[in-house]
């Protein structure tokens, strides 16, 4: 199976794949944009994306990609611990950086860190950490810096320079398996760590007490939310969509009749599964 990936080699999300689909055919893509491409026109039969950093939260562009593209749904949720290295190419040193290059996710993540020891040098957004640290590698005439992962470092023969810097010793980012499946993703070799159901949902109108309907529909059946983000809707200021986890099948949603009552209050509820969330190494 063709599973593509926010790329390239030793991007987080590739280290989330490999644990996730050890036997399948892994194929780096340059954007988040791009793996929901490659899973819309069937190129591959799955993608792994970014979804959220516990230090720098949700990554919007995920999120908008699920919203535009009603017929991509989720089939797993997966934790992976994330540790990142400023690096540098080998034959130059420290004091030579004049740029630092890396995700900007990364950037974020390490943003005091970076701040408070190379506060002068400016950050430059990559498509990825990986992609940052390949830059690099190629590139010894200019002095520049990448954030990156361990793996990166090894595998573009790049010297690490200052470790660990994220700005919080816990640091975790969630990423998703999408496809057009509707499969529920399984694997007995990873732990998982509950059982989870997304949806969008996006209210007729701004009207008072809106969102407060929408949350009570879950309140009063008591099932626990586990997230909930707004994202504006790109139609003006003030309107949103909302992502929302319900912990739990969507037999019970369905069971308990909750989206009958969503629907009674003209909520558009986009089902994005009923899946496992499963924890990975770093
Ligand atoms: O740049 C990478 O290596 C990625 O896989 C992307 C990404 C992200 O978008 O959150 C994944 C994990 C880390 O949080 C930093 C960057």
Redesign the pocket.
Known sequence: MKIAF?GPHA????LATAQLFPNDELLPQSSILDCFSAVENGDVAKAVV?LE?SI?GT?SMTLDYLYKTPSIKIEAEAVMP?AHHLMIHPDNSIEDIEKIY??P??LA?SFHFLDTHYKDIPKQDFS????AAKYVSENKDIKIAAV??QYAANLYGLKIINRNIQDFEQNH?RFIIISKLQNKYENEDLQTLGEKSGMLITLPEDHPGGLHQVLSVFAWRKMNLSKIESRTLKTGLGNYFFFINVEGSWNDILHGNALKELESINADVDFLGNYKEFLLES
């Open positions: 926010l991007s987080f999300t590739q970014p950093n720098e990554v994330i890396s995700h996710q990364a993540q990825s950490t990986a992609a990156a992962n980012t």
